[in-house]
């Protein structure tokens, strides 16, 4: 008898999981929340997120993307990772001297894929760890990524964030995804006890559209990964 009760509430448990369906959302509450966690239309923000996380939106991706936008236009900037590592950086850069923005998959999520489509919104050259952002300092802080060679380093958005009071938003997805965090070690003024850079330096191009830059870049060593 015990038994069958255990195995009966479990599958109650499981009918109710499988019943429960994800909450119904829009762009314009979503924007309420921020709005009620401190996030100003006239920030400076980046966004990491798992579209599938949120809920279930009444709006398309692009419709989110525009929305948030418009939410921006007045002096704020947004900016989402469109990073296209499928393994580690080191293996991705040793691997490849030619890298075509436009033909590499983003493995950030839906957001950033719609962002990078977007005319309005542009994009960073960085091989591995481009960003795309819209807004009053997009420009200033996309334009030298990756020319100090690093991922996050002193020429990169997530470093040059700080600069602009910058806040990074993590929705649907945990601390681990913060890639800020890792701009301590790539930043040569800075102690940090371990050496995270390879020694090796690549050369490698980096086109979108029409325009391509080259680029001298020192990958995390092949051990490590972000």
Sequence with gaps: ????????????????????KPEVISVKSLISKLEEHGISSQDTILIHSSFKALGKFI?????I??????????GGTILFPTFTMTSTQYNEISSNSIFDLDNKKITTGVLPGFASKDKDFQRSFHPTHSVVGFGKYSGELLDEHGKDGTATGVTSPFYKMMQYNGKIINLGVGLNQT????????????????????????????????????????????????
């Design 65 to 74: 993307i525009s929305e948030l936008k418009t939410w921006m236009e007045d």
């Design 179 to 226: 890639t800020a965090v890792h701009s301590i070690e790539e930043v040569p003024s800075e102690f940090f006890p371990i050496r995270t850079l390879s020694n090796k330096i690549f050369n490698v191009s980096v086109s979108k559209g029409c325009r391509s830059e080259s680029f001298k870049i020192k990958p995390l060593r092949s051990e490590l990964c972000h």
């Design 59 to 63: 709006e398309r991706p692009n419709k």
């Design 1 to 20: 008898k015990l038994l069958g009760k255990l195995i009966s509430n479990k599958k109650s448990a499981c009918s109710n999981q499988i019943e429960k």
